[in-house]
Antibody, heavy 118, light 110 residues
Framework: QVHLVESGGGAVRPGRSLRLSCAASEFLFGSYGMHWVRQAPGKGLEWVAVIWRDGSQENYADSVKGRFIISRDNSKNTLYLQMNSLRAEDTAVYYC???????????WGQGTLVTVSS | QSALTQPASVSGSPGQAITISCTGTSSDVGSYNLVSWYQQHPGKAPKLIIYEDTKRPSGVSYRFSGSKSGNTASLTISGLQADDEADYYCCSFEARATWVFGGGTKVTVL
């Protein structure tokens, strides 16, 4: 049973930084690409970022490019999202998601809420 | 990375069939057999119900089916049940090795 547990969410002022973590278990973490997907309150899903299984490549949505950095530590089975220069529109539940053949998302964490407000 | 286009809402009576469309472009939906569909109940994480345009994961009801024609993918729910009332999202891989979701469709069971 794939297990993904996000942490690190909370309230933060605009312009500040926050780092999210996602602890993975019950599967071979280093064999899978990983994504972050977010959902603003009452809104739809938005893909945020992906990192290849060996960390060799990353890709970002235009809305976060240059501000967010996705990374991973395969020795700790952990995925990260460093969020800098946060804006009110970054307020959302952030989900950690396992990649399946670059095709679909079968396993999701429970999400962690980030609130950006002055 | 423009969102895929879905109707905001679709409704149907129990036992009926409904179809949700998802329109993209030749850079996403039309270029790859990589459209997936997700069901989300309030307060819950999304659940995969269709992948690679037409495939159904193990454990997902046969009442859910996917299809695609050109730049438009579709999700059909047959034999509508009360528990099908949820939000539904399509998603596609894009040419730039990014992914894009649809805006979501709220399904109401009358």
């Amino acid at each position: 049973q794939v297990h993904l547990v996000e942490s690190g969410g909370g309230a933060v002022r605009p312009g500040r930084s926050l780092r999210l973590s996602c602890a993975a278990s019950e599967f071979l973490f280093g064999s899978y690409g990983m994504h972050w997907v977010r959902q603003a309150p009452g809104k739809g899903l938005e893909w945020v970022a992906v990192i290849w299984r060996d960390g060799s490549q990353e890709n970002y949505a235009d809305s976060v490019k240059g501000r967010f950095i996705i990374s991973r530590d395969n020795s700790k089975n952990t995925l990260y999202l460093q969020m800098n220069s946060l804006r009110a529109e970054d307020t959302a539940v952030y989900y950690c998601v396992r990649d399946e053949r670059e095709a679909f998302f079968a396993h999701w964490g429970q999400g962690t809420l980030v609130t950006v407000s002055s | 990375q423009s969102a895929l286009t879905q109707p905001a809402s679709v409704s149907g009576s129990p036992g009926q069939a409904i179809t949700i469309s998802c329109t993209g472009t030749s850079s996403d939906v039309g270029s790859y057999n990589l459209v997936s569909w997700y069901q989300q109940h309030p307060g819950k994480a999304p659940k995969l119900i269709i992948y690679e345009d037409t495939k159904r994961p193990s454990g997902v009801s046969y009442r859910f089916s996917g299809s695609k024609s050109g730049n438009t993918a579709s999700l059909t729910i047959s034999g509508l049940q009360a528990d099908d009332e949820a939000d539904y999202y399509c998603c596609s891989f894009e040419a730039r090795a990014t992914w894009v979701f649809g805006g979501g469709t709220k399904v109401t069971v009358l």
